[in-house]
T-cell receptor, first 114, second 114 residues
C-alpha cells in the first residue's frame, strides 16, 4: 500500500546549522507531496507542497523537491533557528482514484539549540 | 484568513461515556477530514465527507460515527469511550474542485478518557 518513510528523530542542531530531513514514499498512483509542521501543543500547519515531479515547494526558508526517480521529498533549510523546533511530518495524497486522505510519515522531531 | 474551527479544544470524559466533537471548515471548502493522533504518533485518517456524503473511511472504530451537515460543518460522535481513545482529534478541510487539494487543519480537540 501507499506509505511514507521519514528519518527517525530526534534531530538536534545548533542555531544556523543546515537541516535535512529525509522522506521517501511508496505510491501506486501519482501523489502530491506535503510537509506539515506541528509546534509544541499546536495543530498541524502546512509548510510546503509539490504536486508533480521536479516541482520545488518552498516556504519560510524551507525547501523540498519532488524527485520521482528516487521517490523522495527531502526537507532542507540552510540555516535553522530556535523557533524552528517542532515535529515535521511528510505526507502524501494520491492524485487519482482516491478521495484524498493524507498518509503521514511517523514525524521527525527537530530541536534547535541556541 | 479564516481557519478551520474545532470545538471543544479540550474534553475530559469517563470510560463508557459519549463525546461529540465539532468542526467548522474554511468557508467555501466542501470536504472535511477527521484524523486521530495518539501521543507521539502520526495522524491517522478516520473518515471524510464531500458535499455532505461520506467519501472515504479509514481506521474508524464502529463506536464512532460522523456526519457533515448542510452548512458543511461536521460532527464526530464517539460512544462507549475507551482509555485508548485518548488522543488529539484533528479536522481538516479542503476544496475538492475535481481532485484532492491542500488540506488545512484545525487546532485539534484533545480528548482525555479517564
Amino acid at each position: 500500500g501507499d506509505s511514507v518513510t521519514q528519518m527517525e528523530g530526534p534531530v538536534t542542531l545548533s542555531e544556523e546549522a543546515f537541516l535535512t530531513i529525509n522522506c521517501t514514499y511508496t505510491a501506486t498512483g501519482y501523489p502530491s507531496l506535503f510537509w506539515y509542521v506541528q509546534y509544541p501543543g499546536e495543530g498541524l500547519q502546512l509548510l510546503l507542497k509539490a504536486t508533480k515531479a521536479d516541482d520545488k515547494g518552498s516556504n519560510k526558508g524551507f525547501e523540498a523537491t519532488y524527485r520521482k526517480e528516487t521517490t523522495s521529498f527531502h526537507l532542507e533549510k540552510g540555516s535553522v533557528q530556535v523557533s524552528d523546533s517542532a515535529v515535521y511530518f511528510c505526507a502524501l495524497v494520491i492524485g487519482m482514484g482516491s478521495q484524498g486522505n493524507l498518509i503521514f510519515g511517523k514525524g521527525t522531531k527537530l530541536s534547535v539549540k541556541p | 484568513a479564516a481557519g478551520v474551527i474545532q470545538s471543544p479544544r479540550h474534553l475530559i470524559k469517563e470510560k463508557r461515556e459519549t463525546a461529540t466533537l465539532k468542526c467548522y471548515p474554511i468557508p467555501r471548502h466542501d470536504t472535511v477530514y477527521w484524523y486521530q493522533q495518539g501521543p507521539g504518533q502520526d495522524p491517522q485518517f478516520l473518515i471524510s465527507f464531500y458535499e455532505k456524503m461520506q467519501s472515504d473511511k479509514g481506521s474508524i472504530p464502529d463506536r464512532f460515527s460522523a456526519q457533515q451537515f448542510s452548512d458543511y460543518h461536521s460532527e464526530l460522535n464517539m460512544s462507549s469511550l475507551e482509555l485508548g481513545d485518548s488522543a488529539l482529534y484533528f479536522c481538516a478541510s479542503s476544496f475538492w474542485g475535481g481532485g484532492p487539494d491542500t488540506q488545512y487543519f484545525g487546532p485539534g480537540t484533545r480528548l482525555t478518557v479517564l
